[in-house]
């Protein structure tokens, strides 16, 4: 079997790059710690250590900010079980037992459940990727302009999906996305468009937008309150749950990866949609669905598999198609695309060693973060004892360095500061920022591919419907579009009824649950 | 991205939030109609088959101006919200704590031009620290150094990428 044939492959060039192993170790490590830190998100996380990857050789960088990708989903539900605080928007589920688990004393069972969960849901994620990453990615190389165009509207109709709380407010940040992203050298004829003469404008400079946006940005914001943590309250009893209390969880646990690989193929439904969903399907599940709110460990279980489960899935279109699922996902994008690798089929046709090391590497990161979570739960207390007024200033201090570090230039960290004061306000005043780094990654392959299209055709719009994958893709981009406000025009229809968790309604992606 | 979604859908708005939020569409609104005046001035495409560079940029600015008014007529139309109640409301932000810190950033950048990141940096952590209220002097000089070191030794030493030195110096 190719798959696997080149997986081990893979993992014995994995094992002579000791170095590789040791930043992946580094990752997971503080990916865990930024997950845990409410505040720090893995997008964060992953935006800030994204300048430490351009010194290093793809496989170290790639293997770094995977580990911080899947050690912040999982780090997130620490403090969501041991102070009812999500690190992460995607532990907001898992704080609702977790939290009732450490009122009764059982916090580090709980610990322990959502550890191994989210390392059984992670790794069934990553093997669903290992084996149809390749499937979709040759299917995808049969892709031409047309394709790839109406490939770059439906990634771009995410942003409906993606808009949180206003979906007229994330359509505006996405066209302004759209709009920056045509500053730079026009992709037919190389006009330079609205540079204002600074050459350092040809190409977007859209990492500095990305680290101003998600670092910078949540950063401005911590310094309106400039209070110093809460500490560890619980103390922590036995970590690793006894074998007949999992023994009932395991088939939960393979329900809930299952349903968290799916919405992670979804663009725009990502970690935290489907902890909520895997939720509410344990629940249905469960013989005793009284139990869920109230502390049941199988609700830690569901939420933290189904929340890992989604990594390998939003990697999936991520690395084949080129279409970040979500937030975390475009950001690792840039970090591809900063060490020179094209996201898309024919990475896996030009770099396909690197691909199956990177995969096994992904699998080796999953093992450590069993390792280092189990490892440390015990400290975390010390760590989250960190005040915000030493961890902000660092922060803004990296994302001042880390943006220069990519070219060298001043000129990033002025784009970079300007995008933070843009992103702090947008968030102010509930305008997402993840349409913008997404419009600004699909916008530039949407014209391009669009205007090659064209010439392709003579000029003629006829390749719009006339080529099937083009038609269904841009026919599943208005529908994506429209969801929202079709889903909303049924709730207004159906207001009135009992309220339930609806994760996809949107509303479970920020905020804590009541 | 923030904040958290208002319970049981509509709800009014607050009249700073309506303000802000009218702002905000008006300045998009005047980036958008820039766009279109500077995109005039783009070059007709030599290509026959082609749409010209100012095609896409004009397409997406008025989509901006289209969804503006939109918002900007939801914003005006909206209730607006019943008056805070003091035993309830959100403890107050420090806009002035914020404005400052990136007014310090701007001025660490442009110190960095001249002074390099070994001087720059540890006086910016100084200060951002002593904003957010540390006022132990000795402690908070510490951090700034040990924290400045590591970054260098993170950046410099472990991946040999340079960090400024600054004019004064080269």
């Known amino acids: 079997m190719y798959e696997l044939d080149m997986l081990l492959h893979g993992a014995q060039a994995l094992f002579n790059q000791p170095m590789a192993l040791l930043l992946a170790l580094f990752g997971v490590t503080l990916g865990i710690i930024i997950g845990a830190l409410p505040g720090l998100t893995a997008t964060m996380g992953v935006a800030i250590l994204l300048p430490f990857t351009f010194g290093m050789d793809p496989l170290s960088g790639l293997l770094m900010i995977s580990g911080v990708f899947f050690g912040g989903i999982y780090g997130g539900s620490v403090t969501a079980i041991l102070l009812k605080i999500p690190g992460t928007p995607a532990a907001a589920a898992t704080a609702i037992d977790g939290f009732e688990l450490t009122k009764k004393g059982q916090a580090g069972i709980a610990l322990g459940t959502a550890t191994f969960s989210s390392f059984l849901g992670g790794t069934a994620s990553v093997f669903v990727l290992i084996f149809l990453a390749p499937v979709l990615a040759r299917f995808a190389l049969e892709f031409s302009a047309s394709e790839s165009f109406a490939l770059a509207v439906f990634g771009l109709s995410i942003i409906a999906s993606i808009s949180g709380v206003s979906v007229i407010k994330g359509l505006i940040s996405g066209f302004l996305g759209l709009l920056l992203a045509t500053v730079g050298l ?12 600074y050459t350092e404008l040809f190409n977007v400079p859209f990492i500095p937008v990305m680290i101003g946006l998600f670092a910078a940005a949540e950063a401005f914001k911590s310094l309106e309150d400039p209070q110093v943590r809460a500490g560890m309250a619980a103390a922590l009893d036995r970590i690793i749950p006894p074998w007949h209390m999992f023994r009932r969880q395991i088939g939960n646990i393979a329900r809930s990866s299952g ?28 013989k005793t669905p009284e139990n869920y709110g109230k502390g049941e460990l199988g609700a830690v279980a569901a939420c933290e598999s189904g929340a890992n489960g989604c990594t390998g899935g939003a990697l999936l279109t991520m690395l084949t198609l080129g279409i970040p699922g979500d937030a975390v996902t475009a950001v690792m994008l840039g970090a591809l695309t900063l060490q020179g690798l094209q996201p898309g089929p024919l990475l896996f046709k030009d770099h396909a060693d690197l691909v199956f090391t990177l995969f096994a590497g992904m699998l080796v990161c999953y093992v450590m973060m069993l390792v280092v979570g189990l490892g440390s739960l015990r400290f975390m207390g010390r760590i989250l004892q960190m005040p915000k007024s030493v961890l902000t200033p660092c922060i803004l201090a990296l994302c001042i360095v880390g943006t220069y570090a990519i070219n060298n230039s001043l000129f990033d960290i002025w784009i970079m500061l300007a995008a933070g004061v843009v992103g702090y306000f947008m968030q102010k005043w509930d305008f997402p920022a993840s349409p913008v780094v997404l419009a600004l990654i699909m916008g530039p392959m949407a014209e391009a591919n669009f205007r090659r299209a064209l010439s392709l055709s003579g000029g003629s719009y006829d390749f719009l419907y006339t080529r099937p994958i083009t038609a269904v893709l841009l026919t599943i981009a208005i529908l994506t579009l429209m969801l929202p406000l079709l889903r909303r025009l049924w709730a207004q229809r159906s207001s009135g009824g009992p309220t339930t968790i609806n994760p996809a309604a949107g509303s479970s992606r920020m905020g804590t649950p009541e | 991205m923030s904040n958290a979604p208002a319970p049981g859908g509509k709800v009014g708005l607050r009249p700073q939030d309506r303000l802000a939020t009218l702002v905000i569409a008006v300045l998009v609104m005047a980036v958008a109609v820039a766009a279109i005046i500077v995109a005039g001035d783009f070059p007709p495409t030599m290509l026959e088959t082609d749409v010209g560079p100012a095609r896409f940029p004009i397409i997406f600015a008025v989509a901006l101006l289209v969804l503006c008014a939109i918002l900007v007529f939801n914003t005006l139309r909206a209730p607006a919200a019943p008056p805070d109640d003091p035993a309830q409301a959100e403890p107050k932000a420090s806009y002035g704590t914020v404005a400052i810190g990136i007014v310090a950033t701007a001025a660490c950048l442009y110190a960095m031009e001249f002074v390099g990141y070994a001087i720059a940096t540890p006086i910016y952590l100084f200060g951002l620290m002593w904003l957010m209220g540390r006022r132990n002097v000795i402690a908070n000089a510490a951090i700034a150094a040990v924290l400045t070191a590591l970054i260098y030794a993170a950046f410099a030493v472990a991946l040999s990428v340079p960090l400024p030195v600054g004019s004064l110096f080269e």
Not at chain 1, 186 to 197: A, I, L, Q, S, V
Not at chain 1, 263 to 277: H, T
Request: net charge neutral.
């Open chain 1, 186 to 197: 026009d992709p037919m004829g190389g006009f330079p468009r609205y540079t204002g003469g």
């Open chain 1, 259 to 286: 349903l968290g690989i799916i919405i992670g193929m979804i663009p725009g439904a990502g970690a935290d949609i489907a902890a909520f969903v895997a939720y509410n399907e344990a629940k249905r599940f469960s």
